[in-house]
């Protein structure tokens, strides 16, 4: 797995291309199905199955929240700190908000680690630590 792409923000379009992709290589990997004399393609969760690895999204998702503790943990002087905390007062445009990364990490804590507040949590290493190997070892990775 490529861990360069921590710091990149999945928005849901590209996870959803993300799988997508991997379940078409995993399709052709291992081929169709054939019952009753019958060939057809492999359909949905199968290929997962049989692939016995982890989805390459949710291990972004989870090295994406160990580096969200890491930030929280850093000194307030810091670049990364200052942009996290920092409220940049600009006319924003009119409609939805924008996603913020914080925010993605707060719901990429609720889906993996089943916590709120990961701001409190994350400030204490050794259980960020454990929560981290957690998800790791719930997911496979």
């Given at each position: 797995m490529i861990y360069t792409i921590t710091q990149l923000k999945l928005h849901t379009q590209l996870y959803l291309r993300l799988c997508i992709f991997l ?119």
């Amino acid at each position: 797995m490529i861990y360069t792409i921590t710091q990149l923000k999945l928005h849901t379009q590209l996870y959803l291309r993300l799988c997508i992709f991997l379940l078409q290589i995993l399709r052709r990997v291992y081929g169709p199905t054939q019952k009753r004399g019958r060939r057809r393609p492999r359909r949905n969760i199968k290929p997962y199955s049989l692939y016995n690895e982890p989805n390459i999204a949710e291990g972004i998702k989870i090295k994406r929240s160990g580096w969200a503790g890491r930030i929280i943990r850093m000194e307030e002087e810091r670049i990364p700190k200052k942009v996290l905390n920092r409220n940049f007062h600009t006319t924003r445009p009119v409609g939805r908000p924008r996603t913020r990364w914080a925010d993605v990490v707060q719901r990429d804590a609720l889906q993996l680690l089943e916590i709120r507040g990961w701001e409190r949590r994350a400030e204490i290493r050794d259980e960020w630590r454990r929560l981290m190997r957690k998800a790791k070892a719930w997911k496979g990775l």
